[in-house]
């Protein structure tokens, strides 16, 4: 078909060809199509077909390019992959976006809120989508930024969710909502569907910030007893959360760019899982954690735990423990 200038139909046809190597990339209009009709506003012009080769203008946007300009074979398998991401907030938001210029394929995100004023300082979004659901809109830019990645949304929450799909044909799990009923939720659905977990949470002031990789197999709950509180670097008093002045919202306060210390962290032992690294057959814990200065900074008194006390003489440091 390719090589005629008309389609099943009868009608005259554009035909494109693109030639690549690893030097370049070229393109040329064959010659033999439809009459080219231009409309500058005012009419419409007609041009007669062209008589010979065009070249074009060619530029590359397939993710082998856009990630690492050929650099990273890995993407050819991320493109199949499919991860739910549960919560679109200050974590959750910034690693979609870090997912989709990885080239991760497909992310289904999953999260009930909306976006409000007192979000945008530490949120992929910003003023232009407050009051829109938080999922929608992150999905919404990252699709049209990222061509290569498909995210879905879903407006709703994470319990809500799981309740309603299962996990099949989902290759990873990441979890940083923070919450602990999400937590127990989806270790009920990976009982039905095993696959690789990762929680990723914050502690306040992103003092610490931990991404807990678990296997197919491993079950996030020990007993009765949900762990994240025991894998936290620092036994905070409770003064430390505060609460919006007027409302019942408890929140903790922290930055941006203290912040981008944990979407990091997140992002890269994310991928591990995706990619089938060491964080796909061992159940750890790899944790960022600031140095006993930032402490003092932020609030009297606080002290890291036996385990984060490699980290107190330095700005920030990684610790990577077994869970757990």
């Keep these: 078909m390719?090589?005629?200038?008309?389609?099943?139909?009868?009608r005259r046809i554009h035909r494109v060809v693109l030639l690549r190597n690893s030097e370049a990339t070229v393109a040329y209009l064959l010659p033999g199509g439809p009459p080219t009709v231009v409309d500058d506003g005012k009419r419409k012009k007609t041009y007669p077909p062209l008589s010979r080769p065009l070249p074009l203008s060619?530029?590359?946007?397939?993710?082998g390019w856009t990630v690492g300009r050929d650099q990273h074979p890995e993407v050819a398998d991320r493109q199949g992959k499919h991860v739910l991401v549960l919560g679109a907030g200050a974590l959750g938001s910034p690693v979609i976006d870090h997912l989709a210029k990885a080239g991760v394929g497909?992310?289904?995100?999953?999260?009930?809120?909306n976006l409000s004023p007192a979000n945008i300082g530490r949120h992929?979004?910003?003023?232009?989508?407050i009051g829109k659901r938080k999922a929608s809109a992150a999905a919404q830019r990252v699709n049209l930024g990222y061509p290569a990645t498909v995210?879905?949304?879903?407006?709703?929450?994470a319990e809500n969710w799981l309740k309603k799909h299962a996990l099949s044909g989902v290759d990873v799990v990441l979890d940083l909502t923070g919450e602990p009923d999400v937590?127990?939720?989806?270790?009920?659905a990976r009982h039905e569907h095993p696959c690789p977990l990762l929680i990723g949470w914050m502690e306040p002031y992103v003092a610490a910030a931990h991404a807990c990789l678990l296997p197919p197999q491993t079950p996030w709950i020990q007993g009765s007893r949900d762990p994240l509180n025991d894998l936290e670097a620092v036994s905070w008093p409770d003064e430390v959360i505060r609460r919006e002045p007027g409302c019942s919202s408890r929140f903790q306060s922290y930055t941006a760019a203290a912040a981008a210390h944990a979407v990091a962290l997140v992002t890269e032992n994310?991928?591990?899982?995706?990619?089938?690294?060491?964080g796909s057959a061992t159940a750890q814990v790899v944790s960022w954690v600031r140095g006993q200065h930032f402490l003092d900074k932020h609030w009297?008194?606080?002290?890291?735990?036996?385990?984060a006390l490699p980290a107190a003489p330095h700005e920030g440091l990684i610790l990577t423990r077994p869970f757990p």
């Design 183 to 188: 937590r127990w939720y989806v270790d009920q």
């Design 151 to 157: 995210v879905t949304p879903h407006a709703m929450t």
């Design 270 to 278: 994310a991928l591990d899982l995706i990619d089938g690294g060491d």
């Design 58 to 63: 060619a530029i590359r946007l397939d993710p």
């Design 300 to 307: 009297p008194g606080l002290a890291l735990r036996d385990w």
């Design 124 to 129: 992929l979004l910003g003023a232009e989508s």
């Design 2 to 10: 390719f090589h005629s200038a008309t389609s099943r139909r009868g």
């Design 106 to 113: 497909f992310i289904t995100v999953v999260d009930a809120d």
